[in-house]
């Protein structure tokens, strides 16, 4: 297949560009190197150390004896570049990554909350209308979030996607019906997923682009089988109060001996997905894609649930960190329990990476290897929901 990945250069992107490269796949990639410049911005740069693009290309090549393509075109400002560019590739499938990705950061200020709105749907609209442009019968892969359906579900397991309901009629006939799962999003950056997920839902109707949508946890890890071949593949690893998520975030507190911050009481139960399962699943949603004519296909990209509180306690008690109960910054539930249907990927092969096989290994070969590169002075998470809240700064003896 010819796959376009769009925002190849980041977190997610990087190692799935190597893994479909690795599979056969010719890989192109698109990135406006955004998030680097937000490394600047916020003078927090990754623990591990990334490589330039051209620098990164070169050691695949000689590492494996495969091309990538670069292009650095940023897909909301320079719409006539991504127009060409699909229109001289006209490629099999395109994943999309290429959003302004962090909760907090989206919620910095009303300049960051702007930036957010304008680039990630502004990004899945040029996208769409280029396809439907063009004609293209190319398979969109998107990058969404667990985030869209918010975190309660009132004990029931959250489906992939389409919720059925019925609807009662004036003469009191029940007709079943699926909708779209209701979107509850919890900062401006996961809104503008639920945006996504309508503009996916007009084009598919409209002009019938292919989409997949994943619904994605929170990713873990930093290795994939590729990105451990040479130190100059090595993946980005983000663990500032911004960037960095959360068990990440405390994989590298627990290397350094600083205070694991949960905030609030630890309550919050969220989804989880090892890094090497992501790009498994995005190979899998491209092997799989929908028929023409087939509504919008959306999968839970996730493995496991946790309760923040049970892995600082699980990370602190491993590595005998301890553990800080500090204010919470978000506008969050204090507590939730959380269930999802993740049968798809688990039905297509998926063979997920649990917690207990990948902890230590992220511990002492990443976090504890690369911890000079740390700047205590970045990990509190200094971006707040409302102008009331105050940051999550630990008391550090
Ligand atoms: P990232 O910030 O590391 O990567 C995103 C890449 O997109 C960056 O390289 C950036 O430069 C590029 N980009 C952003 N805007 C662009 C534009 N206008 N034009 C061209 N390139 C642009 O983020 P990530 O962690 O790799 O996440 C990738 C996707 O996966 C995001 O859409 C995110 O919402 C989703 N996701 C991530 C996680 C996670 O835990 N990291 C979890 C669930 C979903
Ligand atoms: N949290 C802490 N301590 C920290 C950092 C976070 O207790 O030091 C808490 C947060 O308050 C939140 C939870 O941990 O309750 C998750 O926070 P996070 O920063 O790990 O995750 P989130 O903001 O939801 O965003 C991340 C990615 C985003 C992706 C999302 C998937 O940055 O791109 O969409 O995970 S999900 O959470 O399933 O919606």
Not at 117 to 139: F, P, S, Y
Not at 299 to 318: C, P, S, W, Y
Not at 354 to 374: C, F, Q, R, S
Request: some cysteine; aromatic content about 8%.
């Amino acid at each position: 297949m010819k796959v376009v990945i769009l925002g190849g250069d980041g977190f997610c992107g990087w190692p799935t560009s190597l893994h479909l490269s690795n599979a056969g796949h010719e890989v192109i990639i698109v990135d406006n190197l955004s998030r680097r410049n937000i490394d600047n911005e916020l003078e927090a740069g990754s623990l591990t150390p990334i490589s330039p693009m051209g620098v990164r290309l070169q050691a695949w090549k000689e590492v494996s004896g495969k091309e990538i393509q670069f292009h650095k075109i940023d897909i909301v400002e320079e719409y006539d570049r991504l127009l060409k560019l699909l229109s001289e590739e006209r490629p099999d499938a395109i994943v999309h990554f290429a959003e302004q990705r962090a909760a907090p950061y989206s919620m910095k200020s009303p300049r960051h909350r702007r930036y957010t709105v304008n680039n990630n749907i502004n990004a899945t609209h040029n996208t769409l209308c280029a396809i439907a442009e063009l004609g293209l019968d190319t398979h969109l892969v998107h990058l969404g979030t667990m985030g869209v359906y918010g975190y309660g579900t009132a004990g029931m397991k959250i489906p992939e996607g389409y919720l059925d309901i019925e609807v009662v009629t004036e003469n009191g006939e029940r007709i079943p019906q699926q909708i779209l799962y209701p979107p509850n999003p919890g900062s401006i950056y996961h809104m503008t997923k639920t945006q996504d997920q309508l503009l996916f839902a007009y084009y598919n109707k409209n002009d019938g682009v292919r989409v997949t949508d994943l619904h994605q946890g929170i990713v873990w890890g930093t290795d994939t089988e590729q990105t451990k071949l040479d130190e100059r593949l090595i993946n980005r690893f983000d663990y500032d109060g911004d960037y960095g998520t959360v068990l990440n975030r405390f994989l590298m507190q627990a290397a350094i001996g600083y205070p694991l911050t949960v905030h609030g009481t630890g309550g919050q139960t969220r989804a989880f997905i090892h890094i090497q399962n992501t790009v498994r699943c995005i190979e899998l949603a491209l092997q799989y894609p929908p028929e023409k004519g087939e509504r919008v296909k959306i999968l839970n990209q996730m493995t496991e649930t946790h309760r923040v509180r049970d892995l600082a306690r699980l990370i602190g008690k491993l590595t005998d960190t301890e553990v800080a109960y500090v204010e919470n910054p978000r506008k969050e539930a204090a507590e939730n329990d959380l269930k999802v249907d993740n049968s798809c990927f688990l039905e297509m092969g998926l063979k997920p990476t649990t917690l207990a096989e990948g902890l230590l290994h992220e511990v002492t070969e990443i976090a504890k290897k690369y911890a000079d590169n740390a700047d205590l002075s970045k990990i509190p998470c200094t971006s707040v929901w409302t102008k009331e809240q105050k940051a999550g700064v630990p008391q550090v003896k």
